[in-house]
């Protein structure tokens, strides 16, 4: 029976962490400690990102907006801001302890920030912002997927039973009765490929409805960055059997994590529903993004696996855990 995966429990309640997710922006810290090892230029992972986006977008270093969805404890916008000075800064989270976290983490950096409890699907279809940028750092997974669809029924449920644009509740409000309905609308709107995938399947419902969202903004640039299931490892690494991604089979795979469970996410999808939709889009792997060093020391690191120092199995985990992330820009066309 289809069902859906939501992660709001966790991100609501008493005490979320990011202690268990090992997300790569806070491994990386702010660019001094054991993992940062593993760059050519060791920086903090949002320094990185500010450096990413002047090369691959229009944006200008100073002035403009960004809007920052979940960022966690603040680790991301604090580096970025080692590089851009935006004129206005917009963090939202549906977590309130997070946002505090955040509150605390820039405050001195960034004054007129502007922090903002709210669920990012309701958010985004009511306020309808410019910007220009929007961050999307390791949350694409959370948002709801759609999980256990039956091929059969839904390429057989008529357009009919499909909801109106305006009638669509935020992702994670959706009703059972609409589950079917929801994942049929996306799958044929975007004529996204499911023969390869079993007859029992997930969507990442969340993600691509997000994308519809933003195509209804005027936000210009947008950077999502999370586990894909379908990530193929770039040159050299893609060498190394040690650090080939998890279980690469297409249909996005359920991570357990300490109280909630998020899924890996099927980037193909989302880019074929992004272009449907009218956007520009560029797809690499996080390893590029953050131009991972690759040596002697690494080559026999990947090659071995055996680490010889406590700073080596450091990188060792860094290397095996980056396997599986896919970064993915969209600018309006
Ligand atoms: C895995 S953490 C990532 C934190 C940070 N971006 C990083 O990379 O370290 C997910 C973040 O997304 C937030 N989040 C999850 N679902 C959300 C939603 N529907 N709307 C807004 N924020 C959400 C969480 O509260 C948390 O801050």
Not at 307 to 317: C, D, G, K, T
Request: aromatic letters at 8%; one cysteine or more.
């Amino acid at each position: 029976m289809v069902e859906l995966n939501t992660t709001e429990h966790y991100y609501t309640g008493e005490s979320p962490s990011l202690l268990w997710e090992m997300t790569i922006c806070q491994s990386l810290g702010d660019g001094g400690g054991a993992f940062a090892r593993a760059l050519e230029k060791p920086a903090a992972y949002g320094r990185l990102l500010g450096e990413f986006l002047l090369e691959e977008t229009a944006l200008s270093r100073t002035g403009g907006t960004i809007i920052e969805v979940g960022g966690g404890y603040g680790t991301l916008m604090s580096g970025l801001l080692q590089v851009l000075s935006p004129s206005r800064i917009t963090m939202i989270d549906i977590s309130t302890l997070l946002l505090d976290r955040q509150r605390e983490t820039l405050a001195g950096i960034s004054a007129g920030t502007r922090f903002v409890r709210d669920d990012i699907f309701t958010w985004l279809a009511r306020e309808r912002p410019e910007s220009e940028l929007i961050i999307l750092n390791e949350n694409c997974g959370d948002f709801p997927t759609l999980t256990d669809i039956d091929k059969q029924e839904i390429s057989s449920l008529p357009t009919a039973s499909w909801l109106a644009p305006g009638d669509i509740p935020p992702p994670g409000k959706l009703t059972p009765q609409q589950f079917c309905a929801e994942a049929a609308r996306v799958i044929t709107t975007y004529d996204l490929d499911i023969i390869d995938l079993p007859p029992r399947f997930n969507l990442n419902y969340g993600a691509l409805r997000l994308l519809e969202l933003l195509a209804a903004t005027t936000i210009n640039n947008a950077f999502i960055c999370e586990h894909g299931s379908d990530t193929m490892l770039p040159w050299p690494f893609s060498l190394f059997p040690s650090i080939q991604p998890p279980g690469n089979h297409i249909n996005p795979r359920r991570i357990s994590l300490k109280d909630h469970d998020e899924y890996n996410i099927r980037f193909d999808h989302l880019e074929q529903a992004a272009k449907k939709l009218g956007f520009t889009v560029k797809r690499s792997h996080l390893i590029e993004m953050l131009k991972l060093r690759f040596d002697d020391e690494i080559d026999y690191l990947l090659r071995e696996g055996k680490p010889e120092s406590e700073e080596q199995e450091i990188l060792l985990e860094l290397y095996e855990h980056i396997s599986e992330y896919q970064v993915m820009l969209l600018t309006r066309a």
